[in-house]
């Protein structure tokens, strides 16, 4: 296989940093995506990576990283939509949206829109790491910002729920002109993961605990495997993973009709008139 471009959001740090690691010795190109240029530059230092740096509460950023890979990657094989987490007290980003619902979802969500051609091009594996937490998810579309009722746990549960509602819509849309997509759950992993948090989650993450999850390297490990096997043959396009296996999620993340939704809100929350048309049919 010649030598592909993976680029990895969230890769400075924990299960993308692992994913960074264990792909680059696979002879392909990676690109770390991270916010903290201190660790994102170590990061692709020790594997003598390409770097760019994002903070996904700008969507001026991702709009900027977009750019960047189109300019300097005239084909992308794999987008690994990793960079997210859960939050603290309610707060909006400069776009004026809540925080956590841009970082884990609009954001990714405006990356995939903007780079579309380039991954149709390379009929390229688009992966999001989502989180068995989709299941404390309930999304309500005219509430997508949780203003009425917010906590971490549910703005978490619901962009993670997004994050495989998106997966099955692209691939509604995407699959017969060449991407394919999955979201997979990567376990309970100890990572930084919650470190900025008010949320209970910390007290497991950040404490002794935290000695009984499993290891970044183990995390990575669904990422890894959908990055370096085939579609159709080793797994399924559309569908949620957790340990390589199809898993049920959240009954909402089963309807068809709400996945479409999110996408056209989505769309409308991005400022799409940038945006390339995406096919509804
Ligand atoms: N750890 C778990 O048990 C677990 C379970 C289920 C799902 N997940 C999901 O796995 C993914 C990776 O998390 P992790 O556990 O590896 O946590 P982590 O160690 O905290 O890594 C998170 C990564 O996302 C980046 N990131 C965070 N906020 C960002 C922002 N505003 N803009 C751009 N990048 C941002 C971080 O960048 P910097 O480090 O450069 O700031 C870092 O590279 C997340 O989507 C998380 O929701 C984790």
């Known amino acids: 296989m010649s030598e592909r471009t993976i680029v990895i959001t969230g890769a400075s740090d924990g299960i993308g940093a692992a994913a960074a690691r264990a792909l680059s010795v696979s002879g392909d190109r990676v690109v770390i995506v991270g916010r903290s240029p201190q660790k994102t530059e170590a990061i692709a230092a020790e594997l003598g990576a390409d770097h760019v740096i994002a903070d996904f509460t700008r969507l001026a950023d991702v709009r900027a990283l977009a750019a960047q890979l189109l300019r300097r990657y005239p084909r992308i094989e794999v987008l690994a939509n990793n960079a997210g987490g859960i939050m603290g007290a309610r707060e909006l980003t400069e776009d004026g949206h809540e925080k956590t619902f841009q970082v884990n979802h609009l954001a990714p969500f405006l990356l995939t829109t903007l780079l579309v051609d380039r991954l149709v091009e390379s009929r390229a594996s688009v992966i999001n790491t989502s989180s068995a937490a989709n299941r404390f998810g309930r999304l309500n579309l005219d509430d997508l910002g949780n203003e009425r009722k917010y906590s971490p746990n549910k703005a978490y549960g619901d962009a993670k729920l997004a994050n495989i509602l998106f997966t099955r819509e692209l691939h509604r ?109």
């Open 173 to 281: 849309r995407y699959h017969g002109r060449g991407i394919v997509t999955a979201a997979f759950h990567p376990g309970v992993v100890a990572t930084s993961f919650s470190t900025g948090s008010t949320s209970i989650m910390r007290l497991v993450y950040q404490s002794a605990l935290k000695r009984m999850l499993i290891s970044p390297e183990k995390g990575a490990d669904t990422l890894v495997w959908l990055a370096g096997t085939t579609a159709g043959v080793d797994w399924q396009s559309g569908e949620y993973y957790e340990k390589r296996t199809v898993q049920s999620a959240n009954s909402q993340a089963a309807d068809a009709g709400l996945a479409t939704a999110l996408w056209e809100r989505s769309i409308d929350l991005v400022a799409t008139d940038l945006l390339p048309q995406a096919s509804t049919s």
